[in-house]
């Protein structure tokens, strides 16, 4: 009885009821926002997908390919790929899914959510091991940078957040109002890590490019494309912070997740 009351508040939106007609009225308004915010993740998955393209082309052309243990230069080459790959791209995606995907159960979302970004921390743990198994076999220091500070900082960051989350948010039985308090500090920690995350590739290409690129103060072919690269990675990472802390483009909630009081949780 007292669903049945729950669910015509919820169509008739009347003053008192749970989803009230100030908030159906934001939704419409939300609503209103999805062709925009549609253009700009289209926009956004492009640049993302062509900068892990273009670094995967710096490497495996001009940095001569992959390998592992038989060449460690061409092992470390792994490192800028997969950290691409897994701390930007993935882990942006993994961030947006809410609202790519806003028709979805946000309890699938959920579980998405978490092996997205389980896969961009196995990914970028595989890229730290190929930087520091490279440093090892050269005899190069290891974390004497602000390049890798940054990235070892932004990865451990990413280790805490992935299992701080899974116990708040997929752990059964925790209480609703724990999950409420500290969904502000995940969000303001996943927007910090993933800029954390291209910060830390703007130093390594940089860093590497004077290093590695003996031409690369008079512009040469390989180093615009890092610069290219670079300029993408910003773009990309600006577009994903926009799309993230626009409250306009939040995915709206449904009834059947009103009904489960599972609500403004994501």
């Not at 939106?13 to 700009?40: C, W, Y």
């Not at 992959?66 to 470390?76: H, I, K, T």
């Not at 090892?136 to 890798?148: F, K």
């Not at 590497?208 to 890092?226: Q, R, T």
């Amino acid at each position: 009885m007292m669903q049945r009351r729950i669910r015509r508040d919820w169509e008739t939106g009347e003053e008192g009821s749970l989803i009230g007609r100030g908030t159906l009225d934001e939704m419409e308004n939300e609503a209103q926002h999805v062709p925009f915010f549609t253009k700009l993740f289209t926009l956004s998955q492009v640049l993302g997908i062509l900068s892990v393209v273009l670094v995967g082309v710096w490497c495996g052309y001009f940095r001569k390919g992959f390998a592992w243990f038989s060449d460690p230069d061409l092992q470390f080459n792994w490192h800028p790929f997969l950290m691409t790959l897994g701390m930007v791209f993935l882990y942006a995606n993994g961030a947006l899914i809410y609202r790519g995907f806003r028709s979805e159960k946000k309890k699938k979302l959920k579980i998405l959510h978490m092996m997205i970004q389980l896969g961009a921390f196995i990914l970028s743990i595989v890229g730290l091991v190929a930087v520091f198994n490279f440093h090892n076999a050269r005899s190069i220091p290891n974390m004497y940078s602000l390049h890798s500070w940054i990235g070892l900082i932004t990865v451990i960051l990413f280790s805490c957040q992935w299992l701080v989350g899974l116990l708040t948010f997929l752990f059964p039985g925790l209480r609703p109002s724990v999950r409420a308090a500290y969904l502000p500090l995940h969000q303001f920690f996943g927007l910090f890590i993933f800029v954390g995350a291209v910060a830390s590739c703007l130093l390594g290409l940089t860093e590497k490019a004077i290093f590695a690129v003996k031409d690369y103060s008079s512009l040469s072919s390989e180093g615009i494309l890092i610069n290219v690269t670079g300029l993408v990675l910003i773009i990309f990472g600006g577009l994903v912070v926009y799309l993230i802390s626009q409250p306009k483009f939040r995915r709206q909630t449904t009834e059947d997740e009103v009904l489960l009081t599972d609500t403004v949780l994501e």
